[in-house]
T-cell receptor, first 113, second 115 residues
Framework: DAGITQSPRHKVTETGTPVTLRCHQT?????MYWYRQDPGHGLRLIHY???????DKGEVSDGYSVSRSKTEDFLLTLESATSSQTSVYFC????????????FGSGTRLTVV | AQKVTQAQTEISVVEKEDVTLDCVYE???????LFWYKQPPSGELVFLIR??????QNEISGRYSWNFQKSTSSFNFTITASQVVDSAVYFC????????????FGAGTRLTVKP
């Protein structure tokens, strides 16, 4: 199985504070993705990366930024957390774009109070 | 933009029953890929199958089978002789060839298999 880990697994934070979630892979895959999962919406793409320093926005990118300074790490930052960003966040990796399917991390449950 | 609809929010069956999970998709692309993922109560997402738009052959893997019909834009998933371990949320997803970094997921169907 592909090595992909997310940290932290759980986090509670206060409204207005910045939060950074980390996704780390050991597979040297080029493509990495951040999704959020909410009831009734399935998973929605926040941002993705197609290489070091190469990132692009997804369907629900407002209020989020990402960075990828190394192949293995993809960081998701909530610039100023809001209660609407309470969600489960999943990182995914892919060998070659989404057409080949994803391997997902275990998820980070974020609660903004 | 592409769209995936899973109209069944929740399904409950008794063990050994057959169950079909529906998935309807919308896309303007002629080349696309369809997926099913399973999310058991532990929360991880597990890849089940990938099917490209040019391959309408049905697929069977043990108790699992998938029926892809382009004429109705559907990619349904059937579990035969369901088991308690099949209890999970199942997601259908679509990736277009020319927008291949924006996989779209349906809202998911929660399947509960009772003993």
């Amino acid at each position: 199985d592909a090595g992909i880990t997310q940290s932290p697994r759980h986090k509670v934070t206060e409204t207005g504070t910045p939060v950074t979630l980390r996704c780390h892979q050991t597979e040297n895959h080029r493509y990495m993705y951040w999704y959020r999962q909410d009831p009734g919406h399935g998973l929605r793409l926040i941002h993705y990366s197609y290489g070091v320093k190469d990132t692009d926005k997804g369907e629900v990118s407002d209020g989020y930024s990402v960075s990828r300074s190394k192949t293995e790490d993809f960081l998701l930052t909530l610039e100023s957390a809001t209660s609407s960003q309470t969600s489960v966040y999943f990182c995914a990796i892919s060998v070659e774009t989404g057409n080949y399917g994803y391997t997902f991390g275990s998820g980070t449950r974020l609660t903004v109070v | 933009a592409q769209k995936v609809t899973q109209a069944q929010t929740e399904i409950s069956v008794v063990e050994k029953e057959d169950v079909t999970l529906d998935c309807v998709y919308e896309t303007r692309d002629t080349t696309y890929y369809l997926f099913w993922y399973k999310q058991p109560p532990s929360g991880e997402l597990v890849f089940l199958i990938r099917r490209n738009s040019f391959d309408e052959q049905n697929e069977i893997s043990g108790r699992y089978s998938w029926n892809f019909q382009k004429s109705t834009s559907s990619f349904n998933f059937t579990i035969t002789a369901s088991q308690v371990v099949d209890s999970a949320v199942y997601f259908c997803a679509l990736s277009e060839a020319y927008n291949n970094n924006d996989m779209r997921f349906g809202a998911g169907t929660r399947l509960t298999v009772k003993p």
